[in-house]
């Protein structure tokens, strides 16, 4: 909180006249939300392109697809800085929740009271500001997956799995020691990165599978190349994700075998890890392959996993990186499988704004700073997923997410039907929709073709396109997608 000195000294001229200016900009751009998207240039226009260059002398900017003007992108519109106007449905990689220079999300940054939440960012693990745990609790554990009591705060998405790996590992050396303290051998061994102190341990992950970039969660990650290549990785088991074929309902026999051959696959490893003495002390596992090609799990393999990982003493983390924070139409993807018992730790960030981990009470580390970092996270993103929480929550957002996610999928379905030859294997919950391509040369055509026609987009797997939006999205949003989608079908089809 502000000085009441500074504080009023903030709301007089020349600082609130200013503060005021801001606000009024910002709510006249948010009234403004396109009705079409507008495209006047090449994608990337001149001034993308001549952008990258100069970024391009002082880092490498290959992956950049084209620069943003964010002062005029609005609501579920994304403007670039060439003046083409995009509806957006990537959302910053499934990130923005309530689309872009939302009202409430920009009160609460003009608002005098939360200046010095964004002025100091706190060192959270040490010196935190005396409303964190009312903001945690406000913002945070209301919204907690059903059995997860505690949080933990991170900064990104990496680094909350990365935590989250190490918080199953302390709790089953914890088990091992029978709840008693490391030993003098312990604690002089880890020094030295050797048994008994560093034990030989695993974790299980997928086929497929997208868990970060960092060093051990780079070892879970399993969706493209380019991301592990040249990075040494452990030795840890890797089951199949399982592939189901499409329609569902006119091939559950065959995915139920499907499940039930993942499922045994990965008793095997279990078994096979512990045999070599690397036993699995967790499992790691998306509900939706976000990045791997927007692959779903059944709730009868969800179920399974949780019931195997019961049985064996595996921790069981659920990564709702990606799919958490409502595009299912649930507040949490995983809560779509009726699990008879909750996961042991969900990871989340991207639209809860902060990164971090929910985890039941036994993963509470024993000790201070074995999960920590200088900032945890970043207290002015509470700030901001506070009012995002409220939003949803008057809004009715994660209704309006399962309905509009129910009309798109049936428009996708519909243009799969009407292009056979180019899409196929429409599939979704909520908004967070994906269709494939016969080809990867097809899908990646498809992506540029969808931006000059006005739909900013991205791909996953090999070959799928996958829809991220904003909890706002809604019908008419997806009626200009879908048009533009069809027009796209029709060009890839001359």
Not at 25 to 47: D, I
Not at 254 to 277: A, H, M, P, R, W
């Amino acid at each position: 909180m502000l000085t009441s000195s500074l504080r009023r000294s903030i709301l007089q001229k020349p600082y609130k006249s200013q503060l005021d200016s801001i606000f009024k900009v910002c709510f006249s751009t948010q009234l403004q939300e396109p009705s079409e998207p507008r495209v006047l240039t090449a994608v990337p226009g001149p001034n993308s392109i001549r952008l990258k260059q100069e970024l391009d002398t002082i880092q490498n900017s290959s992956a950049i697809q084209l620069f943003v003007d964010y002062t005029k992108s609005v609501g579920n519109f994304l403007s670039d800085a060439d003046g083409n106007v995009f509806l957006d449905i990537y959302s910053q990689i499934s990130s923005i929740p309530l689309g872009y220079n939302h009202p409430a999300l920009l009160k609460a940054a003009s608002d005098p009271n939360n200046l010095s939440t964004f002025v100091n960012r706190a060192a959270l693990g040490i010196l935190p500001p005396k409303d964190f745990a009312d903001k945690l609790k406000s913002a945070l554990l209301s919204i907690a997956p059903k059995g997860l009591t505690e949080v933990q705060t991170m900064a990104c998405g990496s680094c909350s799995v990365e935590n989250a790996l190490k918080a199953a590992c302390f709790w089953y050396q914890t088990r091992q020691r029978n709840g008693g303290p490391p030993s003098a051998e312990d604690l002089e061994s880890c020094m030295d990165n050797r048994i008994p102190g560093s034990p030989k341990l695993s974790i299980l992950s997928f086929k497929g599978g997208f868990h970060g970039r960092t060093f051990g969660a780079l070892s879970c990650t399993h969706s493209k190349p380019i991301h592990k290549l040249d990075v040494p990785a452990f030795d840890w088991p890797i089951a199949t994700y399982p592939v189901y074929k499409y329609p569902l309902n006119e091939n559950v026999a065959e995915n139920d075998k499907t499940d039930e051959k993942c499922l045994k696959e990965v008793q095997q490893l279990i078994d096979e890890y512990s045999k070599k003495g690397v036993p699995v002390a967790g499992m790691i596992i998306e509900p939706i392959q976000g990045e791997g090609g927007d692959n779903h799990g059944s709730a009868k393999f969800f179920q399974g996993l949780r019931k195997l990982c019961t049985k064996n003493k595996v921790a069981f983390i659920v990564d709702e990186v990606q799919t958490g924070g409502g595009p299912t139409g649930r507040m949490w993807a995983h809560e779509h499988f009726q699990l008879d018992e909750s996961p042991d730790i969900v990871t989340f960030s991207k639209k809860l704004q902060i990164g971090g981990f929910y985890y039941k009470k036994a993963f509470r580390p024993d000790q201070p700073y074995r999960i920590f970092n200088t900032w945890l996270g970043d207290a002015s993103k509470l700030v901001f997923l506070e009012q995002v929480v409220k939003v949803i929550k008057e809004q009715n957002l994660l209704e309006n997410m399962a309905k509009t996610g129910d009309y798109m999928l049936k428009g996708l379905e519909s243009l799969q039907n009407k292009f056979p030859n180019i899409v196929l294997n429409a599939r979704g919950k909520g908004t967070f929709c994906a269709i494939d391509f016969k080809t990867p040369a097809l899908r990646d055509k498809a992506v540029k073709v969808l931006h000059k026609n006005g739909v900013h987009c991205g791909g996953s797997g090999s070959a799928t396109l996958r829809v991220r939006t904003t909890l706002t999205f809604n019908s008419t949003h997806v009626d200009i997608f879908l048009k533009k989608f069809e027009l796209t079908l029709k060009e890839l089809n001359e």
